[in-house]
């Protein structure tokens, strides 16, 4: 079992930044892929970025690209998303994953993950 508790949501301004932490149960931390999702409101939950077991692969969608970083301290069970240049439409609720099972290739899909957190908030003000 693996628990993730998501931290670092909160209210921004349009342009301004946050850095969301996603804390991970489990003494295999480093053999995880770890993603984020979001969720907006009456919209289906979808993929921002991903990153592989050792954080030196990552994946991002095309709507966060150039804006958004994933990273990972395999030491303290810690993934983070740096979020930049937020936008309205950045707006939603954030989650992390974790994919315990062996990973080829890019994992996008929410059936790819095995264990979510309870998500964090994320406001962005015009």
């Known amino acids: 079992q693996v628990q993730l508790v998501e931290s670092g949501g909160g209210l921004v301004q349009a342009g301004g930044s946050l850095r969301l932490s996603c804390a991970a149960s489990?003494?295999?931390?480093?053999?995880?892929?770890m993603g984020w999702f979001r969720q907006a409101p009456g919209k289906e939950r979808e993929f921002v970025t991903t990153?592989?077991?050792?954080?030196?692969?990552?994946y991002y969608a095309d709507s966060v690209k150039g804006r958004f970083t994933i990273s990972r301290d395999n030491a303290k069970n810690t993934v983070f998303l740096q979020m930049n240049s937020l936008k309205p439409e950045d707006t939603a609720v954030y989650y992390c994953?974790?994919?315990?099972?062996?990973?080829?290739?890019?994992?996008?899909?929410?059936?790819?993950?095995?264990?979510w957190g309870q998500g964090t908030q994320v406001t962005v003000s015009s």
């Open positions: 990153i592989s077991n050792s954080g030196g692969s990552t």
């Open positions: 489990g003494r295999i931390f480093s053999s995880y892929t």
């Open positions: 994953a974790a994919r315990v099972r062996a990973t080829q290739g890019v994992v996008t899909t929410r059936l790819g993950y095995d264990y």
